[in-house]
């Protein structure tokens, strides 16, 4: 039996909101600004606000929800499979140390562009989740713009 996301969503959302809304402050706290390089990168994305932007590198693994029902739907639903190297929560960007690179930045940085076009995490959450429920994760529209503007060095 597969774990029905969209059937899932109304009462996961909320949870998964206000998760995000905290990694996102503690992003901000302690994470690291652009660097002069990185910043060209966050605009040539899109970004409105690159000075914003924050980063935080993790050794190994990127940090799942404590709560046991949307660690299950974001494992199953792989948007925190073993090949997930990065997630953007706003204007803050987990980077796993070993998969750094200007491709992946540029990804993440294009995910904050799709979250200031929203306005909140709220918002795009929303949008976001329900098109990872309706497309998979692979061919959701967000991931498609993601990855199309993906720049390599
Ligand atoms: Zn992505």
Redesign the pocket.
């Known amino acids: 039996m597969t774990f029905d996301l969209r059937a899932a969503l109304p009462y996961l959302l909320p949870k998964a909101i206000a998760w995000a809304e905290e990694r996102e402050a503690e992003i901000l706290r302690t994470g690291i600004p652009l660097n002069e390089y990185d910043f060209t990168i966050a605009k040539r994305v899109g970004i409105a606000r690159p000075e914003r932007v924050r980063v935080v590198l993790v050794d190994d693994q990127l940090p799942l929800p404590s709560d046991p029902e949307l660690q299950h739907a974001c494992v199953t639903t792989g948007l925190f499979g073993p090949h997930m190297a990065?997630?953007?929560l706003g204007h803050g960007i987990y980077i796993c140390r070993p998969h750094a690179s200007i491709r992946l930045l540029s990804?993440?940085c294009?995910?904050v562009y799709q979250y200031e076009q929203a306005g909140s995490i709220a918002v795009f959450l929303h949008a976001y989740l329900h098109e990872i429920a309706d497309y998979g994760y692979e061919n959701s529209p967000?991931?498609i713009d993601?990855?199309v503007h993906e720049i390599r060095a």
């Open positions: 990065g997630i953007t990804h993440e294009r995910h967000f991931e993601a990855r």
